[in-house]
């Protein structure tokens, strides 16, 4: 079989970017503002976005069982760490072991991130290539309404086609909070026995700099990113983090050290 070109495989990648990513939400988008009675874009996102929540909801509830699982599992975690420190391979088949002997999926939170940035991306070209408020008729579904108006003002005050300084703290804003809700209160930084050479363990320097950038350089990369694209993306993902925080409070979750 002979090998795709680029050209090729990039004309592919878009073809399945617009029928499986673009082209839904566009029509989600286009028949919401439609049904909005004021024919807010903003309020259209916004219940856009509450809908793919939902349909997320499988994946993100996993996401959560498994920072939970991680949790618990921690101390064992740190027992395989220090038993074959000195065997980088033998400890890493050790954890994934110990992973599917409690069924835990590492990996839950970062696959629920990547099913996300394709739906970002898409809202981002929407407003970027003037998408909306000139609807594109050609990418309507048969049962899809043109709508008679199209508010790109968000409740009169944000237009979702430019930048907005407002949606973009509150991205960073949200992001902090869930941030912090799903790891959980920073814990006190207890000194560890420095051992005969001097210097710390290396993991536990990694540990401590990933936890950091987790909960406080994340937030600010979002906020910065937010500021830069149409106001439409940002107010997803406020939306969005505002709906786990959400979640997470009903699955008894509090603001609490763990």
Do not use: C
């Not at 988008?29 to 997320?56: C, E, K, Q, Y």
Request: hydrophobic residues 50%; without cysteine.
């Amino acid at each position: 079989m002979p090998a795709l070109n680029p050209a090729t495989m990039s004309g592919m990648i878009s073809v399945a970017f617009h029928t499986a990513i673009y082209n839904p939400l566009y029509n989600g988008l286009v028949f919401l503002v439609d049904a909005l009675p004021s024919h807010d874009v903003g309020l259209a996102v916004i219940a856009l976005t509450i809908v793919v929540r939902v349909i997320l909801y499988p994946l993100s509830r996993r996401a959560v069982i498994a920072q939970e699982q991680m949790k618990k599992i921690a101390p064992l975690i740190e027992e395989l760490k220090e038993k074959y420190k000195n065997d980088r391979e033998q400890q890493g088949r050790a954890i994934f072991e110990l992973y599917r002997e409690h069924d835990v999926h590492p990996f839950a939170s970062f696959a629920l991130i990547l099913v996300q940035l394709p739906i970002l991306f898409a809202l981002y070209w929407v407003f970027a290539l003037g998408g909306l408020p000139e609807v594109n008729i050609s990418l309507l579904y048969s049962f899809v309404p043109q709508p008679t108006e199209v508010n790109m003002e968000f409740f009169g005050l944000i237009n979702m086609g430019g930048r907005s300084l407002v949606l973009a703290l509150l991205a960073a804003a949200t992001q902090l909070a869930y941030t912090r809700l799903s790891m959980g209160a920073p814990k006190k930084h207890v000194p560890a026995k420095v051992p005969a050479s001097g210097k710390q363990s290396f993991g536990a320097d990694m540990a401590r700099s990933f936890d950091m950038q987790a909960r406080y350089v994340m937030p600010i990369i979002i906020g910065v990113i937010a500021y830069t694209i149409p106001a439409a993306a940002p107010l997803y993902w406020v939306t969005s983090n505002t709906f786990m925080i959400i979640q997470e409070y009903l699955a008894g979750r509090r603001f609490r050290a763990t």
